[in-house]
């Protein structure tokens, strides 16, 4: 009897500890677009600005998603912590891989055909990624649901 006590006790803590991590399953519809664009402006201001204006372009551009953690974090009212539940290791090296391979797109394309194309294909990649890794990611927080089910 103690044992199947101890055992729903653990799987509570385990079901408590993934909560912060299921919620990013649903994403927004606007969120790949808007990474999207936000990809091809940062490819933008590094190709086509000097100086200061690329500086503080760059710099705009960088805290931009560091501003938009922090307002998801208050929308959302919970972020991850804790340790993440082992499904969503393959999400995460999704989302490696695929931040990788729009980088290296980008570049490849930079240098082949010039800025304007390397921002409209980054632009397009990144929106495609976010979209990808939000499908793996939703797909992965299921399976953690059913485990913990």
């Known amino acids: 009897m103690e044992s199947d006590e101890a055992r729903r006790q653990l799987r509570e803590i385990e079901r408590g500890e993934a909560a912060s991590w299921l919620h990013f399953a649903d994403y ?17 201001s590094l190709a086509l600005l000097d100086g200061s204006p690329r500086s503080l372009a760059t710099l705009a551009l960088i ?8 307002w998801d974090r208050q929308r959302r009212a919970v ?13 995460t090296w999704a989302l ?4 990788l391979a729009v980088a290296i797109l980008s570049s490849s394309v930079y240098f082949a055909a010039g800025a304007w194309i390397a ?4 632009g397009i990649a990144t ?4 979209e990808l890794y ?3 990611y939703a797909a992965d927080a299921e399976r953690v649901r059913r485990r913990l089910a």
């Open 96 to 99: 490696v891989a695929l931040s």
């Open 28 to 44: 927004d519809r606007w969120q790949p677009p808007a990474f999207g664009i936000w990809a091809s402006a940062f490819v933008l």
């Open 134 to 136: 939000g499908r793996v």
């Open 127 to 130: 929106a495609g990624a976010v």
């Open 63 to 70: 805290t931009a998603p560091w501003a938009y953690v922090a």
């Open 79 to 91: 972020y991850p912590s804790g340790p993440m539940p082992p499904e969503l290791r393959r999400s």
């Open 119 to 122: 921002a409209l294909a980054a």
